[in-house]
């Protein structure tokens, strides 16, 4: 069964403090891996597509990266106005499965304290 | 602005009442979905329609309806079979062609049972 598996639940940094969330999938066969961040009260907002191991996607202070298992998103210098949940989804190729919809993780909720 | 708009915003419901929650998109996708997301659960698909005048069965279904009459609209029906309808619902489309493509969200909506 395709699965991700996000860790940690809840994480607390000082202001600067760089920091990694972690995203663990076990699908059978890889299409995408998105990292999306989500604001209380919000809908969930695109930040990175990964589609290969090795590959590495930036965007200001966040950092996305893919193996065959698992994506990181290193969080460099982190400010309070990067704290939000941070969710990760996966897309198979398994039309038998899931169908190719997207796979949701729990996500990740990010607090930075000045 | 493209985009994809949930109305209302906050909703009430009366028990043994039907409530329909719209989904309006402009970014000419063709598969549109509706997520239901609990405090510590993530996301759960309730449905999916890839096509107008077709959907899916998701993860959790039962005590809900949707129509697909256009691309452009996707409404979400909880019907009074759903027991436990207090949630925050979040609908999302994406484009089927092409390599693997990310969702995007809505605002959401967010149901109350009183």
């Given at each position: 069964?395709?699965?991700?598996?996000?860790?940690?639940?809840?994480?607390?940094?000082?202001?600067?403090?760089?920091?990694?969330?972690?995203?663990?999938?076990?699908?059978?066969?890889?299409?995408?891996?998105?990292?999306?961040?989500?604001?209380?009260?919000k809908?969930?907002?695109?930040?990175?597509?990964?589609?290969?191991?090795?590959?590495?996607?930036?965007?200001?202070?966040?950092?996305?990266?893919?193996?065959?298992?698992?994506?990181?998103?290193?969080?460099?210098?982190?400010?309070?106005?990067?704290?939000?949940?941070?969710?990760?989804?996966?897309?198979?190729?398994?039309?038998?499965?899931?169908?190719?919809?997207?796979?949701?993780?729990?996500?990740?909720?990010?607090?930075?304290?000045? | 602005?493209?985009?994809?708009?949930?109305?209302?915003?906050?909703?009430?419901?009366?028990?043994?009442?039907?409530?329909?929650?719209?989904?309006?998109?402009?970014?000419?996708?063709?598969?549109?979905?509706?997520?239901?997301?609990?405090?510590?659960?993530?996301?759960?698909?309730?449905?999916?329609?890839?096509i107008?005048?077709?959907?899916?069965?998701?993860?959790?279904?039962?005590g809900?309806?949707?129509?697909?009459?256009?691309?452009?609209?996707?409404?979400?029906?909880?019907?009074?079979?759903?027991?436990?309808?207090?949630?925050?619902?979040?609908?999302?489309?994406?484009?089927?062609?092409?390599?693997?493509?990310?969702?995007?969200?809505g605002?959401?909506?967010?149901?109350?049972?009183?």
């Amino acid at each position: 069964e395709d699965q991700v598996t996000q860790s940690p639940e809840a994480l607390r940094l000082q202001e600067g403090e760089s920091s990694s969330l972690n995203c663990s999938y076990t699908v059978s066969g890889l299409r995408g891996l998105f990292w999306y961040r989500q604001d209380p009260g919000k809908g969930p907002e695109f930040l990175f597509t990964l589609y290969s191991a090795g590959e590495e996607k930036e965007k200001e202070r966040l950092k996305a990266t893919l193996t065959k298992k698992e994506s990181f998103l290193h969080i460099t210098a982190p400010k309070p106005e990067d704290s939000a949940t941070y969710l990760c989804a996966v897309q198979a190729w398994d039309y038998g499965g899931s169908q190719g919809n997207l796979i949701f993780g729990k996500g990740t909720k990010l607090s930075v304290k000045p | 602005d493209g985009g994809i708009t949930q109305s209302p915003k906050y909703l009430f419901r009366k028990e043994g009442q039907n409530v329909t929650l719209s989904c309006e998109q402009n970014l000419n996708h063709d598969a549109m979905y509706w997520y239901r997301q609990d405090p510590g659960q993530g996301l759960r698909l309730i449905y999916y329609s890839q096509i107008v005048n077709d959907f899916q069965k998701g993860d959790i279904a039962e005590g809900y309806s949707v129509s697909r009459e256009k691309k452009e609209s996707f409404p979400l029906t909880v019907t009074s079979a759903q027991k436990n309808p207090t949630a925050f619902y979040l609908c999302a489309s994406r484009s089927v062609w092409g390599a693997s493509t990310e969702a995007f969200f809505g605002q959401g909506t967010r149901l109350t049972v009183v």
